[in-house]
């Protein structure tokens, strides 16, 4: 119960950090992705705001022996740059760029009950769906690393 009121805690501090920095509105990310045109520097701001924060504070919560919520730290291991990396990478950064939403924002957005971020968020289970059913078929994830 502890973790799960501390996820919760966290998540709902997030979304009002999206909120409160404008990124929830999609208009914010194709402006940040328009660079050649009427570019719209929010999203900088706010991704170099969070940098910040998490690079004070990371240090000090790592000195924890665990974290406040869970019983062990999960920290990735692998630290190459594979195929499967890039691949998913690019999709991802087209389908943010294509929505004007990340995965984070469509979740937090689902609130409003407007239509786009409920196609976003349908397609990005979709996709995952669908890569879930190519990998168990094909091995996909082996061949892309």
Known sequence: MKYNLGALIVGLLFAIGLGLSGILQPANIIGFLDVFGKWNPTLLFTMAGAVGVHFITYK?????????????????TRQEITPALIIGSLIFGIGWGLGGYCPTVSVTTLASLETRPIIVFVSIIFGMLLFGLLDKKTNLKSKLE
């Open 60 to 76: 000090l919560i790592r000195k924890r022996k665990t974290p406040m919520f869970s019983k062990e730290w999960f920290i990735p």
